[in-house]
């Protein structure tokens, strides 16, 4: 079996505080609790790469006023990874920070739930309440790779290489899809959204952006199964990834982390 290595990229990041974190919160708790925004990168010892989600772009920062830092293409290049020579694109879901780079990444193949493409395409965005977190043009372009036969479907768990697997959880969005990678060394999970921080299932709290509730509180015990008692589980939006593992190198300090 090959062994990998896994990298979190921060691209992007906004001030927020904790009572936005939670369901059931305390709306006037205004402690501090800032967001940051991350894509991954995983790459096994024969120099085959993945990339885990897209991130998003200046015209979200600007009307959602977030900070973008750099694109999703220039944070894997800052690893050594040609965004144009990159082959496949894990997508955890299509919300608009997850979804907003496909072009950056113009021969890659997008590897996806058949459920995220249905909720993104559906009668579901004509609600607000589901549409808000998505940007038509990102999924515009997800759906013009369909027809470049650039969009790999899965329906539920999936092994993309040994070692390397894609497990349907749900809750969040209704494909979200988190990353298990046994890097020959340990497990890593990527949680993306399915935790946004490790307070959310730490403390049995959800995130607000819900499609089912049931299926994202499940999630947090599939996560720990995924993970094993050895494995860690990696959030998608917590800054205290900083704190608990090493600079993937030194001169990237506070842009990217080693995972594995």
Known sequence: MPSYEVHAIKYAERDAVRAEHFVGGDPHDTTPMPMDYFVWLIKDDAGKEW???????????????RTLLRTAAEGVALLGVNPEKVTDVIMTHFHYDHAGGVSQFPNATFHAQDQEMSFATGRD????????AFNVRHVQELVGRVFDQRVAFHNGDAELAPGLTLHLIGGHTRGLQVV??????GVVVLASDASHY???MDEGRPFP??????????GWETLRQL???????????D???FD?????????????????
């Open 180 to 185: 298990r990678v046994d890097t020959g060394h």
């Open 227 to 237: 993970a094993g008692p050895e494995g860690v589980i990696i959030p998608g939006h």
């Open 239 to 241: 800054p205290l990834v």
């Open 125 to 132: 965005m004509t609600r607000k309440a589901y549409s808000h």
């Open 198 to 200: 490790w307070a959310n």
């Open 244 to 260: 608990r593992f090493p600079s993937s190198s030194p001169d990237l300090k506070g842009i990217a982390i080693r995972l594995d």
């Open 51 to 65: 990339v885990v989600d897209t991130g998003f772009e200046q015209d979200d920062a600007q009307s959602r006023q």
């Open 209 to 218: 952006i819900i499609d089912d509730l049931s299926k994202m509180v499940e």
